[in-house]
């Protein structure tokens, strides 16, 4: 069983302390879409090396997390302290050592080399030329069509003797991303909130609280027992109105009306106003409305905001604050293409950064996705690796599969036109992967769901395999039998094949015409991002009520909820595809699917489940 990724596995050797001869560590294999090269960077300018520390205890990773994770384990639900985290993974004093060594060999001046707080990595101001001849490369400025403008390099190399104590290098081939905008979602339409509160017509037009309840079981009330939480993650220039929260909560949500989320500020985060309407303001709505509106006015929701609105934040950003494994300007963060704090720009936050100074919720939710191929495998390794460091420590990161079926964020497909694009976190296999869909057109609550589709709801459930990612072996018979009753007709260069690389979504929820209050008005909006947060807030009413019966949270929910034991928990979802790059992408079908994963929760049953567990 392998969760790591498919290419980590180098294992070349060579004389400690002499410089052995160099051999390829990584290669980009194409330009992510939007970007051009357009020169050669100028060797005298200054480039900040960050050189990542393999860490112990990887090859073992999947089995402490399924020791803690899984049903049938005599230790599940005994989360582990942050404190045994590091001890766990703290790279080792030889291969602190040896890269140090090359260093100075190398002629980088020991003042020059210094030593993330954390251990996990070595930090080297450099310019641009001595990187050069370090990684036997060629760096370039990259542009893109937005106006932005990127530092890396095609491929780099390592002495052999050295690549075994390092994962990879920063900057170098990957193109990581600002969250700046909210991704590709079904469009916002203007609508009419005529229907009562607990109405259940048309639901296939216009969804809402009532709705959702109706179609998974939930509780209209949670005991909201101390010590539960739930997280939802916004990225600026995103921002909630309170007037919007209050003009749902008067027509949906009971309780709510004057209630704000409680905001934990990460980088100068904040819920801006200086930029309004459906582009600014959508996602953060149609969180909040349904989060908060799911989980009732007693259990308080945390809008984790990150980044100002200057320099912005990445996924990193996020997880210095809650993770301080993957922390410090010299540690995780790449100041080519992640926000460095504080910012010195004019009118930027000037507070320091944070480093694992912000106590995770049990449950986190975060609507947005990267396309996979966009970044080094090596460099989406070590992030996933993180999220499953969470989920030893019980919490439950969710993450949306995309909107537009087998296809890029924007639609495009790599190759000639037709290879399919995988997202990212969505396949790495410690975070849950959410799926969209949709009650079909003239259909109700009470007939079965299908597969969201572009013609209703504008957006296809993205969803298939991971070209980096080993599969995992919580969800091996479930892929397995899509693959022998249902295998994809098309050719092993479109998708990854193999039947051996980790398959998304987990699971899915309705993400089809949400209603939302948004800008004094009303509208609707679909996607994944809507289904997300549904099953974070599902899942923080399972720890409600594990809580308080005396439990623990369920953390990492992925090995539990492919059990035999959770078989009853999920409504199958068997119509439907996710169509893009000029194919009908994959079929939803009977069992686990590339479309709609296990299906739609089954609250009862997933309560009466999680229960019987320690």
């Known amino acids: 069983m392998r969760s790591l990724p498919l290419l980590l596995t180098l294992s070349l050797v060579g004389a400690r302390g002499t410089l052995s001869p160099w051999t390829l560590?990584?290669?980009r294999s194409q330009i992510p879409s939007g970007w051009s090269r357009a020169q050669q960077h100028e060797p005298s300018a200054m480039i900040p090396l960050r050189i990542a520390l393999t860490q112990p205890n990887i090859s073992n990773f999947e089995e402490y997390l399924h020791d803690v994770s899984h049903p049938d384990s005599p230790n599940y639900g005994k989360h582990w302290t942050p404190e045994e985290v590091a001890v766990r993974f703290a790279p080792s004093n030889e291969s602190i050592s040896t890269v140090h060594e090359w260093l100075?060999?190398?002629?980088?001046?020991?003042?020059?080399?210094?030593?993330?707080?954390?251990?996990?990595?070595?930090?080297?101001?450099?310019?641009?030329?001595?990187?050069?001849?370090?990684?036997?490369?060629?760096?370039?400025?990259?542009?893109?069509?937005?106006?932005?403008?990127?530092?890396?390099?095609?491929?780099?190399?390592?002495?052999?003797?050295?690549?075994?104590h390092i994962d990879f290098v920063t900057p170098t081939i990957h193109f990581d991303a600002k969250v700046a905008v909210r991704p590709s979602h079904g469009p916002v339409v203007n609508a009419a909130a005529k229907k009562n509160s607990d109405s259940l017509e048309d639901c296939d037009k216009q969804m809402t609280p009532a709705c959702l309840r109706a179609l998974y079981g939930l509780k209209d009330k949670p005991a909201s027992a101390k010590g539960n939480s739930f997280g939802i993650v916004q990225y600026p220039p995103q921002a909630y109105r309170q007037q919007d929260l209050d003009s749902f909560a008067k027509k949906f949500s009971?309780?709510?009306?004057?209630?704000?989320?409680?905001?934990?500020?990460?980088?100068?985060?904040?819920?801006?106003?200086?930029?309004?309407?459906?582009?600014?303001?959508?996602?953060?709505?149609?969180?909040?409305?349904?989060?908060?509106?799911?989980?009732?006015?007693?259990?308080?929701?945390?809008?984790?905001?990150?980044?100002?609105?200057?320099?912005?934040?990445?996924?990193?950003?996020?997880?210095?604050?809650?993770?301080?494994?993957?922390?410090?300007?010299?540690?995780g963060d790449d100041s080519t293409f992640d926000p460095v704090y504080p910012d010195k720009h004019h009118g930027g936050y000037k507070g320091g950064q944070p480093c694992g100074t912000t106590k995770p919720t049990n449950v986190i939710s975060t609507s947005y996705g990267w396309d996979e191929h966009a970044l080094s495998n090596l460099y989406a390794g070590r992030q996933c690796l993180e999220y499953g460091k969470l989920g030893l420590m019980g919490i439950t990161v969710l993450y949306p599969s995309g909107d537009n079926g087998v296809a890029a964020i924007d639609q495009t497909c790599t190759g000639k036109g037709k290879t399919f694009v995988p997202s990212f976190p969505s396949t790495c296999p410690f975070v849950t992967s959410v799926g969209a869909t949709q009650v079909s057109s003239g259909k109700s609550v009470h007939?079965?769901?299908?597969?969201?589709?572009?013609?209703?709801?504008?957006?296809?459930?993205?969803?298939?395999?991971?070209?980096?990612?080993?599969?995992?072996?919580?969800?091996?018979?479930?892929?397995?039998?899509?693959?022998?009753?249902?295998?994809?007709?098309?050719?092993?260069?479109?998708?990854?094949?193999?039947?051996?690389?980790?398959?998304?979504?987990?699971?899915?929820?309705?993400?089809?015409?949400?209603?939302?209050?948004?800008?004094?008005?009303?509208?609707?909006?679909?996607?994944?991002?809507?289904?997300?947060?549904?099953?974070?807030?599902?899942?923080?009413?399972?720890?409600?009520?594990?809580?308080?019966?005396?439990?623990?949270?369920?953390?990492?929910?992925?090995?539990?909820?492919?059990?035999?034991?959770?078989?009853?928990?999920?409504?199958?979802?068997?119509?439907?595809?996710?169509?893009?790059?000029?194919?009908?992408?994959?079929?939803?079908?009977?069992?686990?699917?590339?479309?709609?994963?296990?299906?739609?929760?089954?609250?009862?049953?997933?309560?009466?489940?999680?229960?019987?567990?320690?």
């Open 25 to 27: 560590h990584e290669k």
């Open 104 to 164: 100075l060999q190398s002629g980088v001046d020991p003042s020059r080399v210094k030593l993330s707080p954390g251990r996990g990595w070595l930090h080297v101001n450099s310019t641009v030329a001595e990187a050069e001849e370090l990684l036997r490369t060629k760096y370039y400025v990259y542009d893109h069509n937005t106006g932005a403008r990127h530092v890396a390099c095609e491929s780099y190399h390592l002495p052999a003797h050295v690549t075994p």
């Open 254 to 331: 009971t309780g709510l009306d004057g209630v704000a989320p409680k905001v934990i500020s990460i980088d100068g985060g904040t819920d801006q106003i200086k930029y309004v309407g459906h582009a600014y303001n959508t996602e953060s709505s149609l969180d909040l409305e349904y989060a908060m509106g799911l989980v009732g006015p007693k259990q308080k929701v945390t809008l984790y905001e990150v980044g100002d609105m200057i320099e912005g934040a990445s996924y990193n950003n996020f997880l210095d604050a809650i993770d301080g494994f993957y922390c410090f300007f010299m540690d």
């Open 447 to 614: 007939d079965p769901e299908s597969a969201c589709d572009a013609a209703q709801a504008g957006v296809y459930s993205g969803g298939g395999w991971s070209n980096y990612f080993g599969m995992p072996g919580y969800q091996a018979d479930a892929v397995k039998g899509y693959l022998k009753h249902h295998r994809p007709p098309y050719a092993s260069g479109i998708w990854n094949s193999t039947g051996k690389s980790r398959a998304y979504p987990d699971m899915s929820a309705n993400g089809a015409n949400y209603l939302i209050a948004i800008d004094n008005e009303f509208a609707t909006a679909s996607g994944t991002s809507a289904a997300a947060p549904v099953v974070g807030a599902i899942l923080t009413m399972v720890n409600d009520a594990r809580i308080a019966a005396g439990k623990k949270p369920v953390g990492f929910i992925n090995p539990t909820i492919y059990s035999k034991k959770f078989a009853q928990g999920f409504h199958d979802v068997t119509t439907g595809s996710n169509p893009g790059c000029d194919t009908g992408g994959f079929k939803a079908a009977k069992g686990w699917d590339p479309v709609t994963g296990l299906g739609t929760p089954n609250f009862p049953k997933l309560v009466e489940a999680w229960m019987k567990l320690p």
